[in-house]
Each structure stands twice: as C-alpha cells, then as structure tokens.
C-alpha cells in the first residue's frame, strides 16, 4: 500500500495523515535500526564529500600525466559543480516523489560509474566524463536530509542534521591529507580505486539497512522548470569560473549575467502556474527559507575565498610584513583546522539552537566567519592567527550550515524536503564559485607578477566583512524558533513558527 511519511516516536509508528499501517509493515518498521540507518546516510555524504575534495592536491600531477592543458583539467573540477547543480535539485525533487530509499541507491549506483570511469581513464575526455557522473553524487547530500527527517525521532533530526554537516568537513579534510598522502606512494588513479571500494560497501549497506521511505505525496516532476533552472545555474556557474579570464565587466560576462537572469525568470513564472511545481517559489518568500538559502551562500563563499587566499597570503616572503614564507606542508597544516573544526562543532549545534534559539544560534555562525576575515586582516604574518581564522571559518561553516539546514527540514512542508535541501546546496555552490573567482580576480589584477599586494588582500578580506554583515542582518529576521511542518497542506511557513 502506499502511505505518506513514517513518523518514528519511541515504539509507536504512525502515519501523518493518520493511515494504518499493515502488521508485516510495521513488523519491517521495527526491524529497522534508526541509528544504523543514519550511520549509512552520513557514511555516504562522507564518501562523496571525500571523492570531490580527493583530486585538489593531485591536479598537477594528473595533468602531466595525461598531458592536458590548464583550461581542460579545470573543467575536471567544473564538471563535477556544473553536473551536481544541474541534477540537485531535479533528484531533490524525485526524492519528494518517490522511494527515497530507491533513489540513493540509484545515485550511489551513478557515482560508483563515474569513479570507475574516472580511475580507468586514459585520457583527460574520460576523465572528465567520469567526473560529470561523480557530479551526480552531490544529490546524496539532501536526500540524506530527507532519509534523516522520515527515519529519526524530531529530538534527533537536528543532531543527524549536526552529524552530515560534520562529515561533509571530515570528508573534505581527510581527503585533502589523505589523497597527498596516497599520491606520493601510489598511482593517481588509485585516488578512484579506494573510493569506489567504499561507494560499493556503502552500497550495499543502504540495501539492507536503509528502510522503504515512501513519499508524503505523490506527483509529477516539473522537467521543464528543472530544465531552466538547471540551466540557468550552469550559465551562471560558467560565467563566474570564466569572468577572470573575460573580464568582470565584458561583454561575454554581461551576456551570461543576463541569459542566467532570462532562464531563472521564466523557471519563476513556470513555477508559479505550475500545481506541481518543482520548487514552491512562493515559501522561499518566507523568512526561514530565505535566510537559511543566504546563510549557505555566505558559507560557499567565505570558505572558498579562504580557501584560494589563504594558501597565497602564508606563502609570501615574511620581508612583505604579512606573508609567512610557509610551505605546502605548513600551509596544509593551516588549512586543515578548517575541516576539522567543522566537523567538530557541527553535532554541537543542536545543543546550541536548545540553549540560545534558532535565530541567535544562526546570528553566531555567520558573525564568526565576520571574525575570521578580521583576524586575517589584523594578523600581520602572526602564524596562530591565521590558524586562528581558518578555525573559526571552519566553525562558522559547521554552525551556519547545520542551522540552516535544520531550518529548512523543520520549516519545510514534507512533500517539499528534498527539494528545498537540494536548492539549498545548489546556492552553496553558487556562493563558492562566486567566491573563489572574485578572490582570485582580485588577487591577480593590479599586478605584473604573480605576488599579490597586501591592498588586494585587503579587498578580499573586506569584502568578505561586507558579505557578513549583510547576512547577519537578515538573520534578525528570524523567529527564534521553528516546529516542524508535516504536511504540504499545513499553513505557510510564517504561521507555523512559534516566537517564543
């Protein structure tokens, strides 16, 4: 039979319209272990997280070894953003839809493809292939969210939701040291062969431990809005990671600035004819949805313009009064905190939404990125303080992302989870990009050597500041706390939040 979401409170299951279920039904429901399940969700996104952080270090290499150009191998890097841009929010959506449990394994079935054609390829065309079906990959980030909120108790979501975030920070971190570690002993192609072992083992875990998660409603996907705003994020993507080289303010840039403003303007006016749209534009009119979008925005941005200048800023000569003449083993040892402090304070976030309420638990992960790019403007070549800034960068992430994401599955109607989660890291990637391409045309213009000048640090760093503030403050927008919707019937988001 077909029902909405499963609810799991202590021993008792029921359905939220209230449906019976059969006694062989809940017999698999109680065979079904919650904690064993959540282990194989956040086992995934680590797997992925790692596979899309694991080429970073080996670039170099591959690129000798395949004897391709700078333009070609950024495209191995590329394709995976544009691939999971274009394909999030459409399986978010199918996720809504249909079998939730039916999807991840589709999905993990696609990245095991790619990982495999990516380690066997021969030339940098397959490799770029195999990296456009990892692409795919970045689909199990919501649907782990949506797996999370069906299979978990309410008091626990929040802490699954601290716990993928964290193990999208560990994945990150352990594959930037690990694949350094691997390549200087082994082949670059084994950087695929250990990762697709796990994506297999994973597998075949999410077969046996993962429970049926049937959707809250049935529907249809809505192909040609997936179609324009899986366009749309591509053009908008390409004309950012091409802007340095065209010119922020050329003719080409402006041309992808404005098909992306005509593709994502009739996606809106599809959506709202549509009576089954793709994503309900009109909840992200509301306050929660649309604070948690940018507070993901502000993350993909801060942490890849820290990302790209970090490494530059510690690498000068200590003789320009803010350089560190560090190395690239130091440099990787500045940069790892990042990761791992994300990983820490993550799980800790709902413990700190109990104390302090929603609004203020977001206010403090975003004001902490706001102290980070300060720290790294006062550090004057002081190597604790840069440590100190990619810690708290790396905190700001862990805090601001799971908040938002425990915004968006406790404010979200149930029929619209994945949805609502894919976009969210679709503007994550979004943010990203515009970060690291800003950073990185600022921090090579105005000069004719490839050192940057402490004033174009400058600029980034403020900027960065600027991006904060901005986001902070439509955080005060924020009630203090949320309840959960269940049904994409219930009321709108504003009229469920309780301001207590």
């Known amino acids: 039979m077909k029902f909405s979401r ?26 079904v272990n919650p904690t064993l399940t959540l282990a194989v969700v956040v086992a995934s996104v680590f797997a992925y997280k790692g596979l899309e952080s694991v080429l970073s270090p ?33 399986i978010g959506r199918m996720s809504d839809i249909r079998d939730k449990k ?104 999410a077969w046996r431990l993962v429970p049926s998660c049937p959707p809250a409603n049935h529907g249809r996907i809505d192909y040609t809005g997936a179609t324009l705003l899986g366009s749309g994020m591509a053009v908008i993507l390409i004309g950012i990671t091409k802007a340095p080289e065209w010119g922020w303010l050329s003719v080409k840039f402006g041309a992808a600035l404005l098909i992306c403003i005509v593709l994502l303007a009739g996606f809106v006016a599809i959506e709202l004819c549509s009576s089954e749209p793709l994503i309900d534009v009109r909840l992200l009119t509301t306050r929660p949805l649309a604070v948690s979008c940018l507070g993901y925005l502000l993350t993909g941005f801060a942490t890849n313009a820290l990302f790209l200048a970090v490494p530059m800023l510690v690498q000068q000569s200590p003789d320009t009064g803010f350089g560190l003449g560090a190395s690239e083993f130091t440099t990787s040892l500045l940069l790892l905190p990042l990761g791992l402090a994300g990983a820490v304070v993550a799980p800790l976030t709902g413990w700190l939404d109990l104390r302090v309420g929603g609004r203020n638990t977001m206010l403090t992960g975003v004001l902490l990125a706001g102290v980070s790019f300060t720290l790294l403007l006062t550090a004057n070549g002081h190597f604790l303080m840069v440590m100190g800034a990619t810690i708290l960068i790396g905190a700001s992430g862990g805090i601001t992302l799971t908040q938002a994401m425990n915004t968006v599955a406790l404010t979200s109607p149930a029929s619209r989870i994945g949805a609502f989660s894919g976009l969210a890291f679709v503007v994550k990637a979004v943010g990203g990009t515009l970060g690291v391409q800003l950073s990185g045309s600022i921090l090579t213009t105005g000069t004719s050597t490839a050192a940057p000048t402490w004033s174009s640090f400058t600029i980034v760093f403020v900027m960065g500041i600027i991006v904060t503030v901005l986001v902070a403050l439509s955080c005060l927008l924020l009630p203090r706390r949320a309840t959960t919707t269940t049904s994409a019937s219930e009321p709108t988001v504003d009229t469920k939040i309780s301001t207590d």
């Open 6 to 31: 499963v609810q799991i409170d202590g021993n008792h299951h029921h359905l939220s319209g209230g449906t019976e279920v059969t006694l062989s039904e809940r017999s698999h429901e109680r065979s």
């Open 58 to 90: 080996a670039l170099p290499l591959i690129q000798e070894s395949l004897g391709a150009t700078e333009a070609q191998i950024a495209w191995v890097i590329t394709g995976v953003l544009l691939t999971g841009a274009v394909a999030t929010p459409l």
């Open 102 to 205: 039916s999807i991840l394994l589709a999905v993990l079935a696609i990245v095991a493809t790619g990982t495999a054609v990516s380690g066997l390829s021969n030339s940098i065309l397959m490799l770029t292939v195999g990296q456009l079906l990892q692409g795919v990959g970045l689909a199990v980030v919501p649907l782990a969210f949506g797996i999370i909120r069906d299979t978990q108790t309410e008091a626990r979501i929040k802490s699954g939701n601290g716990s993928v975030i964290a193990f999208i920070y560990a994945g990150t971190a352990f594959a930037l040291v690990g694949s350094g570690l691997l390549v200087s002993v082994l082949p670059w192609r084994w950087l695929f062969s250990v990762p697709f072992a796990i994506i297999a083992i994973i597998f075949v875990a």
